[in-house]
């Protein structure tokens, strides 16, 4: 089975820090991904990775970094933590065979506070 | 910009019956479709997936359809249970401009009455 996990469940952080939220997946995935979940929003795409060291922006990359130095591990990095970034981020991957057939595995999720 | 809409937001129905969950999508150049369950305070679990030639998946007593041309999807259920308590979220992988990921319907949040 595909296992996808993420450095913690439940993080709480102060306005101006700098924070990393670390996703890993074990099944060698080409595709790795950062989307975060707001209610009344639903899910939307941070940014992605198609490979080591390489990353596109999605659709709402503003106050988000990431970086993808091993295949395996991709990290989400708020450069100045502010609280509209209070959310609950969740990072998946893909295989990266097929476009059509693809399935993205989900981790657990990071519940993040932003005082 | 491609949206996806899921009907009902929410459903409430006794044990035992068959149900349907509805999503529709705007833009018609998809690769796929895919349908996930969300636990409460948890991440998604993969339920099916429909590449955009296909027409349906079935896994268990769940059947996905996909009418790309109408932009529609449906999820159904059959003999529900009260585990099959959770949002189920239908999104799309696209084929268009803009970014690469999945776009995502809000989800319909499902109760099933023991």
């Known amino acids: 089975d595909v296992k996808v996990t993420q450095s913690s469940r439940y993080l709480v952080k102060r306005t101006g820090e700098k924070v990393f939220l670390e996703c890993v997946q074990d099944?060698?995935?080409?595709?790795m991904f950062w989307y975060r979940q707001d209610p009344g929003l639903g899910l939307r795409l941070i940014y992605f990775s198609y490979d080591v060291k390489m990353k596109e922006k999605g659709d709402i990359p503003e106050g988000y970094s990431v970086s993808r130095e091993k295949k395996e591990r991709f990290s989400l990095i708020l450069e100045s933590a502010s609280t509209n970034q209070t959310s609950m981020y969740l990072c998946?991957?893909?295989?990266?065979?097929?476009?059509?057939?693809?399935?993205?595995?989900f981790g657990p999720g990071t519940r993040l506070t932003v005082l | 910009k491609q949206e996806v809409t899921q009907i009902p937001a929410a459903l409430s129905v006794p044990e035992g019956e068959n149900l349907v969950l509805n999503c529709s999508f705007t833009d018609s150049a998809i690769y796929n479709l895919q349908w996930f369950r969300q636990d409460p305070g948890k991440g998604l679990t993969s339920l099916l997936l429909?590449?955009?030639?296909?027409r349906e998946q079935t896994s268990g007593r769940l059947n996905a359809s996909l009418d790309k041309s109408s932009g529609r999807s449906t999820l159904y259920i059959a003999a529900s249970q009260p585990g099959d308590s959770a949002t189920y979220l239908c999104?799309?992988?696209?084929?268009?401009?803009?970014?690469?990921?999945?776009?995502f319907g809000k989800g319909t949040h499902l109760i099933i009455q023991p």
């Open positions: 099944m060698d995935h080409e595709n």
């Open positions: 999104a799309v992988f696209e084929s268009g401009g803009g970014a690469d990921g999945l776009t």
């Open positions: 429909i590449q955009s030639s296909q």
């Open positions: 998946a991957s893909s295989l990266g065979t097929s476009r059509y057939s693809d399935t993205q595995y």
